[in-house]
């Protein structure tokens, strides 16, 4: 599991580093806002801890351009300004929680878990293994709830693909498999639970 986190106090980073990390979680560390955003275009992550205040370029801004990229990471910000009008445009904008600083270091390890749980809730991971791609799709489709995140399949299995498409994904780009070659990455949106 692999949490990032944008922080620029560096104190409070290191604790938060050394919590998650005895947690058993990767942790990967910035301090500004265009750090974060560079990591965040660049690698995947489970989870992202964001300061509001970063310097450069503000976590609000950070917040927009990663869920303009269509990435659903579960989001926690972390503020020293506590006013309901910034956490609810920090929701708005696409943050799954709010902590306000000082905070528990005990309380928001509690949150990541909950967060990551229920993000895991939702992912289904597939690859072009025609009988895997086939078993799970054919599961996607009975749970409604359930996003696949990425299902990559080489561009010549057809029935593969034309299960994919029937499921309402979406081509979101291709990757080169050093064994498998080519593959067609897609996913599907997100149907909201009831």
Known sequence: MRVFIAEDDQVLADGL??????AGYAVDQVSSGTEADAALAAHEFDMVILDLGL????????????RGR????????????DSVEERVKGL???AD??????????????????LVRRADRHILLVEDDDAIVDALLVEAARQPAVRVVRASVAPTNAPSLALIRRAHFVQVGQQWD???GLELVFERPVIPED
Do not use: N, W
Request: zero cysteines; charged letters at 25%.
């Open 17 to 22: 580093l050394r919590s998650l990390r005895s």
């Open 55 to 66: 310097p450069v370029m503000h976590g609000f801004e950070v917040l927009k351009k990663l």
């Open 70 to 81: 269509g990435i659903t990471v579960p989001v926690l910000i972390l503020t020293a300004a």
């Open 92 to 94: 708005d904008y696409g």
């Open 97 to 114: 929680d709010y902590m306000a600083k000082p905070f528990s270091l005990q309380e928001l390890e509690a949150r990541v878990r909950a």
């Open 178 to 180: 050093a064994e498998d």
